[in-house]
C-alpha cells in the first residue's frame, strides 16, 4: 500500500499570503488529522476530518482550516499568514474508528517571510 | 487540559548501552498509547502501540513499552541501543471515548544521540 502523500514538500510565502496544503491518505483509510511541528510548541493538533466532517478541532485561530473531499484527500488553508506559521505540517491518516493507529505523511515545511 | 511529559529532552549514550525514556500522561481514563519516532530527515514512524491487555508491548526494532495505569506512565525501553536509533522519540496519547478519538497529544520529544 502507499503511504500518506502530501504535496506541496516545501513552500515560502510571504506574510499576508494565503497557503493550501494537500495530503492524500492511505487507501482504505477515512480519516486525516492536520497537526503543525514547531521547535518551540512541539507537534500540535489542528484538526481531524472524517467523511467529509471536521470531527475534532485543536486550538487553532481561524485562518487554519480544512476540508475533506469524497475521496478522503484533504486540504489545508491558512489565511493571512504570520511569521509564526513557519512550521513542518504534518498529516496523519487512520482507519477512523475507536482503537486506531495514525500513519504519518512527511510533512510540508512551510517558511513565512 | 491532557498532557503527555517527557522528562528527559535530551539523551546521549554509547552503543550498547540500555535505553529507557519516561513518558507520563495526566488523563484519568481509557487512553491509547503509542511511541513515535523520527529519524533525522524521515517522517514521524510508529514504534509500538498500547490499546488493551498485556501491559508489555513489544514494537519494531526491538524496542518495547510498559503501560503502568497507576503511575500513568508509558515508558520505552530498548535493552542494548545501536547508532542507527539515533532520532527524536515521541509518546502520544489519544482518548477512544468522548469524541475524540484521533486527536493525539504529543509529548516534547526526547532527542535521543548515541555515540559510536
Known amino acids: 500500500k502507499a503511504g500518506v502523500t502530501q504535496t506541496p514538500r516545501y513552500l515560502i510565502k510571504t506574510r499576508g499570503q494565503q497557503v493550501t496544503l494537500s495530503c492524500s491518505p492511505i487507501s482504505g483509510h477515512r480519516s486525516v488529522s492536520w497537526y503543525q511541528q514547531t521547535p518551540g510548541q512541539g507537534l500540535q493538533f489542528l484538526f481531524e476530518y472524517f467523511s467529509e466532517t471536521q470531527r475534532n478541532k485543536g486550538n487553532f485561530p481561524g485562518r487554519f482550516s480544512g476540508r475533506q473531499f469524497s475521496n478522503s484527500r484533504s486540504e489545508m488553508n491558512v489565511s493571512t499568514l504570520e511569521l509564526g506559521d513557519s512550521a513542518l505540517y504534518l498529516c496523519?491518516?487512520?482507519?477512523?474508528?475507536?482503537?486506531?493507529?495514525?500513519?504519518f505523511g512527511p510533512g510540508t515545511r512551510l517558511t513565512v517571510l | 487540559a491532557q498532557s503527555v511529559s517527557q522528562h528527559n529532552h535530551h539523551v546521549i549514550l554509547s552503543e550498547a548501552a540500555s535505553l529507557e525514556l519516561g513518558c507520563n500522561y495526566s488523563y484519568g481514563g481509557t487512553v491509547n498509547l503509542f511511541w513515535y519516532v523520527q529519524y533525522p530527515g524521515q517522517h514521524l514512524q510508529l514504534l509500538l502501540k498500547?490499546?488493551?491487555?498485556?501491559?508489555l508491548v513489544k514494537g519494531i526494532k526491538g524496542f518495547e513499552a510498559e503501560f503502568i495505569k497507576s503511575k500513568f506512565s508509558f515508558n520505552l525501553r530498548k535493552p542494548s541501543v545501536q547508532w542507527s536509533d539515533t532520532a527524536e522519540y515521541f509518546c502520544?496519547?489519544?482518548?477512544?471515548?468522548?469524541?475524540?478519538?484521533?486527536?493525539?497529544?504529543f509529548g516534547t520529544g526526547t532527542l535521543l544521540a548515541v555515540q559510536p
Open positions: 498500547y490499546f488493551s491487555g498485556d501491559p
Open positions: 502520544a496519547v489519544t482518548r477512544p471515548h468522548g469524541g475524540a478519538t484521533n486527536k493525539l497529544i
Open positions: 496523519a491518516s487512520s482507519t477512523g474508528t475507536g482503537t486506531d493507529t495514525q500513519y
